[in-house]
C-alpha cells in the first residue's frame, strides 16, 4: 500500500483513460513478478480464479492500432473476434 502515479500526459489511446499522469493511492497489496506472466502461468491463475478476459466476455478484442506499422494499421478495421490468449 502507498501512493504512486499512473497515467501519462501524452496518452496514445485517448479512450483507455491513459491521461493525465495522476496520483493514486494503492490500498490493497500488489505482487509483481520479476518476470512476464507466461501463458502457463495465466492458465492457471485462470482454473484459479475463473477470470476470463474482454475477448472471452464479449466474443472479440480490439487491436492496440498505434503499435502497428502502417502496412499493418492500413488492414486493421474492425474488431477482431476470436482474440485468444491460449493458442500457440
Do not use: M, Q
Not at 20 to 26: D, G, K, L, S
Not at 40 to 45: G, L, M, P, S, V
Amino acid at each position: 500500500p502507498g501512493e504512486t502515479f499512473v497515467g501519462t500526459d501524452r496518452p496514445k489511446i485517448f479512450e483507455d483513460g491513459e491521461g493525465p499522469a495522476r496520483r493514486v493511492r494503492i490500498t490493497k497489496t500488489l505482487e509483481v513478478d520479476v518476470h512476464e506472466c507466461t501463458n502457463e502461468d495465466f492458465a492457471k491463475f485462470v482454473a484459479a480464479t475463473a477470470y476470463e478476459t474482454d475477448s472471452e466476455k464479449f466474443g472479440w478484442s480490439f487491436v492496440f492500432h498505434l503499435e502497428l506499422d502502417a502496412a499493418a494499421r492500413a488492414g486493421a478495421t474492425t474488431a477482431v473476434k476470436g482474440v485468444e490468449w491460449w493458442p500457440p
